[in-house]
């Protein structure tokens, strides 16, 4: 199969006051396989997931980012095997076409609709070393267990497999050049089973959107904090063993897609808690009215910023957080997610440290209500969450303060396999 082609752009100016991105030899399916390549992103389905969406596809992309799928069940998830597969299903996909790069490096939009809306990004690669001067800005903590497991998949494969997920303050330029390219037909499209409509262009003048970017004063991770670091330690390692290094290889580069942030939507990050502590539902209920408003609800889903819907034993009650208790001047502490914690999981329910006690459980909002009832069950209580909005990332992120554990999560998720970056030989 020939690769794709189109024109290269113009020189990059350097300048490290200005956000810089970078065009790029994509490794893309051709149109007819688009569908069947491009996954769920790696970290929102579980191994047995995996398997059964790949099941019958040799072409899904879960191979590459799932790939202990075609390893024998009892094979740990961090085995050396795990992270030897995912470099040889990679160069399976090339050697029998399953993707291509292209001749030349290029610029290119990702539209995502659902819904009745859509959100369209600009796929290419943004700088490591940005990254580490904090121009790249993050709102959340990593996982080293998932950060070293990235960082192994990076550098075993030699490729990003998955982009990044950013976001930047809308810009009147970038979306003209935006509006011209989407007047062209794209090169792929296909419809999800989760009814996202995918479609991808690869840009006519990528040093026009270069440019544009200079005019950027950063760029916030919206998702994807664990690939970012790992793509940064990745590009440290490397650069280390590189005497020459001059900033400009490709392991500096690190795929991403950046988003306008009026165009991103959030949903909720709701709770479960699989136990009362000790407590019975009495005790628990009087408890929350110390800390706010508690009412008998019909509605599960909170009215806005300050309240929390709570399931217990089968029934749902709305909790208003007292206002003298939100401190508005604080980005974090005056979060949903961060007050739940800080009145209600931490003092009454012993969860101390969201990230690693066992008995808190995070559902996405895409689940369903109904859903986050079942899993509380009788004897657990659920909370559903009002989503966390961009103006609030965005304040944190630019405060250089984290927030808690699983604040938001975006929807709809960029499909994987769609475009990888390889930076294999970079070094040479």
């Given amino acids: 199969?020939?690769?794709?082609?189109?024109?290269?752009?113009?020189?990059?100016?350097?300048?490290?006051a200005m956000i810089k991105i970078h065009p790029f030899e994509a490794e893309r399916p051709p149109r007819e396989l688009s569908g069947s390549v491009a996954s769920?992103?790696?970290?929102?389905?579980?191994?047995?997931?995996?398997?059964?969406?790949?099941?019958?596809?040799e072409h899904s992309f879960l191979h590459v980012v799932r790939p202990e799928i075609d390893l024998p069940v009892e094979t740990g998830a961090y085995e050396d095997a795990v992270?030897?597969?995912?470099r040889t299903n990679l160069d399976r996909f090339r050697e029998s076409g399953v993707i291509a790069r292209d001749l030349e490096p290029?610029?290119?939009?990702?539209?995502?609709?659902?819904?009745?809306?859509?959100?369209?990004?600009?796929?290419?690669?943004?700088d490591a070393q940005q990254y580490r001067e904090g121009l790249v800005k993050k709102h959340e903590f990593t996982r080293p267990d998932k950060e070293d497991d990235r960082t192994r998949h990076l550098q075993v494969t030699e490729a990003h497999a998955e982009p990044v997920?950013?976001?930047?303050h809308d810009d009147e330029r970038i979306a003209e050049l935006v509006r011209g390219d989407l007047e062209s037909s794209p090169y792929c499209s296909f419809e999800a089973e989760d009814d996202v409509v995918h479609e991808c262009w690869k840009v006519n003048d990528p040093g026009a959107y270069v440019r544009?970017?200079?005019?950027l004063d950063a760029l916030y991770i919206a998702d994807g904090h664990h690939r970012s670091a790992a793509a940064e330690r990745t590009a440290t390692a490397l650069m280390n063993q590189n005497p020459a290094h001059t900033g400009d290889e490709s392991y500096n580069h690190l795929l991403a897609v950046c988003f306008p942030s009026s165009e991103l939507r959030i949903l909720p990050y709701n709770r479960v808690v699989n136990d009362l502590a000790g407590m019975d539902k009495a005790e628990f209920l009087e408890r929350l009215t110390s800390i706010g408003t508690l009412r008998p609800t019909e509605d599960p889903t909170p009215s806005g910023r300050g309240v929390v819907c709570v399931h217990l034993d089968g029934s749902w009650h709305e909790l208003r957080f007292d206002?003298?208790?939100?401190?508005?001047?604080?980005?974090?502490?005056?979060?949903?997610?961060a007050l739940l914690q800080s009145l209600v999981l931490e003092p009454m329910l012993d969860i101390d440290d969201p990230r690693t006690n066992s008995r808190i459980q995070f559902v996405g909002g895409i689940r369903g209500l109904d859903e986050l009832a079942e899993k509380a069950g009788t004897s657990g209580v659920a909370f559903s969450m009002h989503p966390t909005s961009m103006e609030e990332l965005l304040s944190v992120a630019d405060s250089g303060m984290t927030m808690p554990p699983k604040s938001t999560w975006f929807e709809p998720k960029l499909r994987s396999g769609l475009f990888v970056?390889?930076?294999?030989?970079s070094t040479s």
């Fill in 1 to 16: 199969m020939e690769g794709y082609s189109n024109q290269a752009c113009a020189p990059f100016v350097k300048d490290p």
């Fill in 40 to 57: 769920v992103p790696y970290d929102v389905i579980s191994t047995n997931e995996a398997r059964t969406l790949a099941e019958g596809n």
């Fill in 83 to 86: 992270y030897a597969m995912a």
């Fill in 106 to 126: 290029g610029i290119y939009l990702y539209r995502l609709t659902w819904r009745g809306r859509s959100q369209t990004g600009i796929v290419c690669c943004c």
């Fill in 165 to 168: 997920f950013l976001a930047f």
């Fill in 212 to 215: 544009a970017f200079q005019n």
């Fill in 323 to 337: 206002p003298a208790r939100i401190d508005a001047s604080d980005p974090v502490e005056s979060l949903d997610c």
């Fill in 421 to 425: 970056h390889d930076f294999s030989g």
